[in-house]
């Protein structure tokens, strides 16, 4: 069964702290994905990683980065956490380049500022 | 630039009833077109697509076709049932970058069904 695993399912942290959201994938993807999902605004692109070492800016960069070392994994960090990134966190995967792909959704991590 | 809207929610229905949910959408070109679903505490799955138009996606019971003439892509299920209970999302495809492709999401539906 294919997977796509994310490290926590609930984080509690403090404004200003540096914040690390992991995601693992079995699947030998080369495209991995973090997206934030909020009531009403549905999913948004924060960064995705078409290779290991390479990533491109979504349409909500601000304030966060990402690390791809290896092919299965792909890192979130959130570099001083902020109330207003209290969220759902999604990472997905897809294969390599074409069209009409699937993509294949870990099960979230829902971070709390405070 | 590409955009995708969805019928406001929440939708409350009694088991064995007809289901619709509206997707609209605004792109350039011929973009492909998915409807997945978030059950209670799991990621997104793929429920269905359609890659040109006049398409029709079909899965678990629920179809969809892709309408160009009238920039729709609306889900239906002729009777659902309590499992069918979730959020749904329409998306798009919004290009490729580097063989990744990009996917637009509506803002999702969540529907209860009621026993």
């Known amino acids: 069964d294919v997977k796509v695993t994310q490290s926590s399912r609930y984080l509690v942290k403090r404004t200003g702290e540096k914040v690390f959201l992991e995601c693992v994938q079995d699947m030998d993807h080369e495209n991995m994905f973090w997206y934030r999902q909020d009531p009403g605004l549905g999913l948004r692109l924060i960064y995705f990683s078409y290779d290991v070492k390479m990533k491109e800016k979504g349409d909500i960069p601000e304030g966060y980065s990402v690390s791809r070392e290896k092919k299965e994994r792909f890192s979130l960090i959130l570099e001083s956490a902020s109330t207003n990134q209290t969220s759902m966190y999604l990472c997905?995967?897809?294969?390599?380049?074409?069209?009409?792909?699937?993509?294949?959704f870990g099960q979230g991590t829902r971070l709390t500022v405070v | 630039g590409n955009s995708v809207t969805q019928m406001e929610g929440p939708v409350t229905l009694s088991e064995e009833a007809f289901l619709t949910i509206n997707c609209t959408y605004t792109?350039?070109?011929?973009?492909?077109l998915f409807w997945y679903v978030q059950y209670p505490g799991e990621g997104l799955q793929l429920l269905l697509k359609?890659?040109?138009?006049?398409d029709k996606g079909s899965n678990k019971g629920f179809e969809a076709t892709y309408r160009k003439e009238t920039t729709s892509f609306h889900l239906e299920k002729g009777s659902v049932q309590v499992s069918d209970s979730a959020v749904y999302f329409c998306a798009l495809t919004r290009g490729i970058i580097q063989g990744a492709q990009k996917l637009v999401f509506g803002q999702g539906t969540r529907l209860t069904i009621n026993p």
């Open positions: 359609a890659t040109k138009a006049d």
């Open positions: 792109a350039t070109g011929y973009p492909s």
């Open positions: 997905a995967s897809t294969p390599g380049a074409g069209l009409n792909t699937e993509a294949f």
